[in-house]
């Protein structure tokens, strides 16, 4: 059972700044690109960034030189550091990963449970 948990959520005041992190458990054999999606109230979940295994990052427009991905591979974690935060980037972060888990042969999607991101004065 492969299971993706996030943390470094909660209330922040605009401009300031929060880190999240994603650790993967279980019977792992690799992880692809792992990477970040949000959801807020009322809107469809909209994909953030991403980063492949050999460091590759890809960014939304809308948090292009705020917001920075990375991964450490040893750790089986992603994280997301988030600088200069707005209103608007109020939402449900969730972690998402393609995984080779212990017999399979192909990568499968996993979800993290999400994590609340406020951003308000």
């Known amino acids: 059972q492969v299971q993706l948990v996030e943390s470094g959520g909660g209330l922040v005041q605009p401009g300031g700044s929060l880190r999240l992190s994603c650790a993967a458990s279980?019977?792992?054999?690799?992880?692809?690109?792992m990477g970040w999606y949000r959801q807020a109230p009322g809107k469809q979940r909209e994909w953030v960034a991403d980063?492949?295994?050999?460091?590759?990052?890809n960014y939304a427009d809308s948090v292009k030189g705020r917001f920075t991905i990375s991964r450490d591979n040893a750790k089986k974690t992603v994280y997301l550091q988030m600088n200069s935060l707005k209103p608007e980037d109020t939402a449900v972060y969730y972690c998402?990963?393609?995984?080779?888990?212990?017999?399979?042969?192909?990568?499968?999607?996993?979800w993290g449970q999400g994590t609340q991101v406020s951003v308000s004065s």
């Open positions: 998402n990963a393609v995984i080779v888990s212990s017999g399979q042969y192909a990568g499968t999607d996993y």
């Open positions: 279980g019977s792992i054999i690799s992880i692809y690109t």
């Open positions: 980063i492949t295994r050999g460091g590759r990052t």
